[in-house]
């Protein structure tokens, strides 16, 4: 017992460049581990962006659409009005 507090069988100090060294090399085998795990949720995250801007874009395109019809339809209103029948109250 006496042994373990002069720290003979202790791991000597590691330098800084060492410690830097060891924790990198902690730091690949991590995402090494977590590489296939980290690529399903980009996978996951970019697919639900994905479909979130397609039916924005979607969903602009119609409105721009019925508007358009709305516009012919009060044009075809207004076009039907004037061309309609002529009385003494509307000549």
Same mark, same amino acid.
């Given at each position: 017992?006496?042994?373990?507090?002069?720290?003979?069988?202790?791991?000597?100090?590691?330098?800084?460049?060492?410690?830097?060294?060891?924790?990198?090399?902690?730091?690949?085998?991590?995402?090494?581990?977590?590489?296939?795990?980290?690529?399903?949720?980009?996978?996951?995250?970019?697919?639900?962006?994905?479909?979130? =801007?397609?039916?924005?874009?979607?969903?602009?395109?119609?409105?721009?659409?019925?508007?358009?019809? =709305?516009?012919?339809?009060?044009?075809? =209103?207004?076009?039907?009005?004037?061309?309609?029948?002529?009385?003494?109250?509307?000549?």
């Amino acid at each position: 017992m006496a042994e373990k507090g002069t720290g003979a069988s202790a791991k000597p100090a590691l330098s800084a460049a060492e410690q830097q060294l060891f924790r990198r090399r902690q730091e690949l085998d991590y995402w090494k581990k977590n590489a296939a795990r980290l690529r399903g949720r980009n996978l996951l995250t970019g697919l639900a962006i994905g479909a979130f =801007v397609v039916g924005m874009f979607s969903y602009t395109i119609l409105s721009v659409k019925q508007e358009r019809i =709305v516009e012919e339809l009060d044009e075809e =209103v207004k076009i039907n009005h004037i061309r309609g029948p002529r009385t003494s109250a509307n000549s």
